[in-house]
């Protein structure tokens, strides 16, 4: 059972979300506030999992709701009803809840939603990976791909398409870029998971401003750091972006979808560089555990910081307002269990990341994982296993030739 308590100063709008769950009790344990006073009067008279507040609703002491929640109550997910994504929100805004949903929103559509985030932040709100998160805002970026995009921005006549596909082949890079670009202060309707669409949507002139802010990419340039083979993972996730991509686009899948999945397949393993970032002797530790024990470098980091890096990976990227099927593939993509709306997806994600370990001979990266008997259990991929493999290689002999 679920316990939920939904915030709003609006009596029609409590008396709708009244009748959204009339019948469920067996499912969802639901309680109401329209005033701060109620908010904390019920918080200290009973556990809540998950809070579902209207941005519109009072401060307490001069600070916003969910801010005194996130403090008080930092265990309860943090959810937000805002009338559309606007520069007029404060920059901590976005930083104490755990997801914005746009109105209007049906109360059939707010139910399922909310069902996937208490569902999602149930699986990556950990404490040990709170701990990783906390004050972390830069993730590291490869030195010749920072220098590749300056030389392009400061160039006669830059290039957006040119910027972005610079961008898109970054983990740190794309994540920056996307964060930006899915904040508050745009005001976009849609969420942006596409680098190039992101670039052209920001302008130039401020993404150098992004890129030449040296701090953003040189907090992580340590000499331990630099010791873990960031370019391997990189290179990695790179392939499984193009991999899902490509996979995507032989399912004929919607463009949004292809788009969530490649972005996915870039930023799956951005949970490594968070481990590596804040902790690089005891991750080379687990990395090299795991290649001398031969097992999944994720059952490895499980056992000994009680985290995964698809957890720690996905919460980050949450905060940081990425669209919600780009986090949920991120978090699950070591999951044995596939959820149902996921299925097609999040198995394009798994294959993917296997076969590049297969058909990328080069990268050593977690070979425990290189086989597709890792995904045997998968119905779906039990029968499109030979056509993906194929999508694969055909991609991979593509981005070889374009690298030649």
Known sequence: ?????????????????????????????CQFADSIKDVFDKLSNADFDIIVAD??????????????????????????????????????????????????????KLETLIIRIHRLYKTIMHPQGMRFIDGLEKIPSLPKVYGDLVAELESPSPSVKKAG???????GMSAAILKM???????????????????????????????????????????????????????????????????????????????????????????RLIFASHSPKLYRNIMEIAAQENRPLYEVEQELLGIMHAEVGAYLLGLWGLPELVIELIAYHHSEEIPEFLAVELSI????????????????????????????????????????????????????????
């Open 349 to 404: 994600l798994k294959a993917a990341d296997v076969y590049s370990k297969n058909i990328h001979s080069t990268n050593s990266l977690d070979s425990s994982e290189s086989s597709d008997n890792t995904l045997s259990t998968i119905p779906i991929f039990r029968e499109k296993k030979e056509k993906w493999y194929n999508v694969c290689i055909e991609s991979f002999r593509k981005s070889a030739e374009n690298n030649i």
């Open 165 to 171: 596909f610079i961008i898109a082949k970054d983990i």
């Open 55 to 108: 941005v519109k609703m009072p401060v307490l002491n001069g600070i916003p709701l969910l801010e005194t929640v996130a403090q008080m109550y930092p265990n309860i997910i943090r959810v937000v009803l805002v009338p559309a994504l606007s520069a007029d929100y404060p920059k901590h805004f976005v930083k104490f809840a755990h997801r914005i949903v746009v109105r209007p929103v049906s109360g059939e």
């Open 1 to 29: 059972m679920v316990r939920l308590l939904l915030v709003d100063n609006s009596p029609q709008n409590l008396e709708v979300y009244k009748a959204l769950f009339i019948g469920k009790e067996e499912q969802w344990n």
């Open 181 to 271: 670009v899915n904040s508050a202060y745009f005001g976009l309707d849609k969420r942006v998971t596409s680098p190039e669409l992101a670039v052209s949507l920001l302008g130039l002139d401020i993404v150098q401003g992004l890129v030449l802010t040296a701090h953003l990419f040189s907090a992580f340039s340590n000499a331990e750091t630099k010791l873990l083979n960031l370019e391997v993972i990189v290179d990695h996730c790179l392939i499984v972006g193009s991999f899902a991509k490509d996979i995507a686009i032989y399912e004929n899948l919607p463009s949004n979808v292809i788009d969530s999945l490649h972005i996915a397949g870039i930023l799956h393993d951005i949970g």
